[in-house]
Nanobody, 125 residues
Framework: QVQLVESGGGLVQAGGSLRLSCAAS????????MAWFRQAPGKEREFVAA????????YYADFVKGRFTISRANAENTVYLQMNSLKPEDTAVYYC??????????????????WGQGTQVTVSS
């Protein structure tokens, strides 16, 4: 059974930091590109960051460049999202995603193979 379990969300003040984790099981983690998406109330799910299966290449949405860092530990089947300098507009449910590709992980939700259940991040002003 495939599972992606996110943790680390919560309430933080603007300018603060959070580190999200996503523990994967039920599939060969090292053969998947991994990504984070987010969805705010009333908005569509949007791409945040992605990392290739080797961990050697990362990709970011413009609105998080320089503030967020994605990483992965293949030996632990875990992907992380370090979020610094958080802003109120970062408030959303953050989803972990797995894309079966050895290429660049997709930034389109329709291409994703597996999703986590999401973790709420709330940034107060």
């Amino acid at each position: 059974q495939v599972q992606l379990v996110e943790s680390g969300g919560g309430l933080v003040q603007a300018g603060g930091s959070l580190r999200l984790s996503c523990a994967a099981s039920g599939f060969t983690f090292g053969r998947y590109g991994m990504a984070w998406f987010r969805q705010a109330p009333g908005k569509e799910r949007e791409f945040v960051a992605a990392i290739r299966w080797t961990g050697g290449s990362t990709y970011y949405a413009d609105f998080v460049k320089g503030r967020f860092t994605i990483s992965r530990a293949n030996a632990e089947n875990t992907v992380y999202l370090q979020m610094n300098s958080l802003k109120p507009e970062d408030t959303a449910v953050y989803y972990c995603a797995a894309d079966r590709t050895f290429g660049v992980p997709s930034d389109y939700p329709g291409d994703i193979d597996y999703w986590g259940q999401g973790t709420q991040v709330t940034v107060s002003s």
